[in-house]
């Protein structure tokens, strides 16, 4: 199906063990985004990607990896699980840095 | 850096009825643009209207609005005939663009609608 779409839905884990968030686009969209939600931080930017193999920092890139091998693919792996990365985390896209972002139905990660 | 404020942490409203939800921000960017992004309890984040900064006439979709004011970096959303689905989180975003790419949230606003 088109879209945009974030595997798994949820997950738990321990801490210090690596993790990683998938998120797949089928629009060809060159601008990638990684969100996390926590309660009284509304979304907060990870890191995003302007293209294939570009990638740059947002606001909160401690503790996570990013790669960009294929146009429609965004993958985000947390190294080494700390309790405070437990948060739902959003993946977005944009055909351009002014449009619309869309974003995926998130991931609910739980770090015990 | 860009900072977006939403003072409302939540609004009740009658169904039928009118609310504005408040949003200021603060950017140094003399281009960029402003968003309300509605989340249901489904968790989907979901566009409800879009601001280009240089444009001085205000967005509209259907029921919803913004009164932007540009100088006092002030963009309210108001809903007219609240509905039963308007129920969610509402988020105020900012985006410039230029080397910062990705969007600024505000904390957001959690709209009940009383039927």
């Known amino acids: 199906d088109a879209g945009i779409t974030q595997s798994p839905r949820y997950k738990i884990t321990e801490t210090g063990r690596q993790v990683t968030l998938m998120c797949h686009q089928t629009w060809s969209h060159s601008y990638m985004f990684w969100y996390r939600q926590d309660l009284g931080h509304g979304l907060r930017l990870i890191y995003y990607?302007?293209?294939?193999?570009?990638?740059d920092k947002g606001e909160v890139p401690d503790g996570y990896v990013v790669s960009r091998s294929k146009t429609e693919n965004f993958p985000l792996t947390l190294e080494s699980a700390t309790r405070s990365q437990t948060s739902v985390y959003f993946c977005a896209s944009s055909g351009g840095s002014y449009n619309e972002q869309f974003f995926g139905p998130g991931t609910r990660l739980t770090v015990l | 850096a860009q900072t977006v404020t939403q003072s409302q942490p939540e609004m009740s409203v009658q169904e039928a009825e009118t609310v504005t939800l408040s949003c200021t921000y603060d950017?140094?960017?003399?281009?960029?643009?402003l968003f309300w992004y509605k989340q249901p309890p489904s968790r989907q984040m979901i566009l409800v209207i879009r601001q280009e900064a240089y444009k001085q006439q205000n967005a509209t979709e259907n029921r919803f609005s913004v009164n932007f004011q540009k100088a006092a970096k002030s963009f309210s959303l108001k809903i007219s005939d609240s509905q039963l689905g308007d129920a969610a989180m509402y988020f105020c975003c900012t985006y410039s663009g230029g080397g910062a790419d990705g969007l600024t949230f505000g904390k957001g606003t959690h709209l009940i609608i009383q039927p």
């Open positions: 990607s302007a293209a294939a193999d570009i990638t």
């Open positions: 950017t140094s960017e003399s281009d960029y643009y």
